[in-house]
């Protein structure tokens, strides 16, 4: 398993277009999230899955955005009527079932999404 | 709301020269974990580091070690014996036990001058 990967790398839409993002995390990790990094700004959380549960949404998770994990393994992000403000690189991240109360997580390269 | 502060928005350092890199941070909460994660142009963030709070020695990892203060909320990050490899942006972050998120500062880039 060579770690967290993300597909796409690189989309570019124009605004109003419906994007959707998948990442596959590193085998039998149990915890999933996705976070949001614009220029010059660190990672924001945007959402946590635990299996095929999400457990938690940030405020940033308008209702445009929706996040599925079926079957408890990938994930999809999708973005409904794309506005320029959600250009940014999606992050996705993964940690493996919990050892007393640390997980680290592990990121995968982002898809860098760019809306004109 | 936990926040993280890092006030340096770009730091550079000389080969084989140590740097420290600063990170504050705000919180009510008395069990947490801190981070500083490492994300090199056009690659993936890694984790450099961690600290857990309830901890009073600093972690240290090879070149890398922290300067945790509780009491003050500061938790740095010193690199000894900098490499061009290290540069990068550098990623100060927070996450409590309880909750999965982590919250991360603004970053650091950190420029090796050979």
């Known amino acids: 398993d060579t770690g967290v990967s993300q597909d796409p790398r690189h989309k570019i839409t124009k605004r109003g277009q419906n994007v959707t993002f998948r990442c596959d995390p590193i085998s039998e990790h149990n915890r999933l999230y996705w976070y949001r990094q614009t220029l010059g700004q660190g990672p924001e959380f945007l959402t946590y899955?635990?299996?095929?549960?999400?457990?938690?949404k940030s405020r940033l998770l308008s209702d445009r955005f929706s996040a599925e994990r079926p079957k408890g393994s990938f994930s999809t992000l999708e973005i409904q009527r794309t506005e320029q403000g959600d250009s940014a690189m999606y992050l996705c991240a993964s940690s493996p079932p919990q050892r007393g109360t640390y997980n680290e997580q592990f990121f995968g390269p982002g898809t860098r999404l760019t809306v004109l | 709301a936990q926040t993280v502060t890092q006030s340096q928005p770009e730091m550079s350092v000389q080969e084989a020269e140590t740097v420290t890199l600063s990170c504050t941070y705000d919180?009510?909460?008395?069990?947490?974990?801190l981070f500083w994660y490492k994300q090199p142009p056009s690659r993936q963030m890694i984790l450099v580091i961690r600290q857990e709070a309830y901890k009073q020695q600093n972690a240290t990892e090879n070149r890398f070690s922290v300067n945790f203060q509780k009491a003050a909320k500061s938790f740095s990050l010193k690199i000894s014996d900098s490499q061009l490899g290290d540069a990068a942006m550098y990623f100060c972050a927070y996450r409590t036990a309880q909750w999965g998120d982590m919250r991360f500062g603004a970053g650091t880039r950190l420029t090796v001058k050979p």
């Open positions: 899955f635990q299996n095929e549960a999400q457990l938690e």
């Open positions: 919180t009510s909460e008395s069990d947490y974990y």
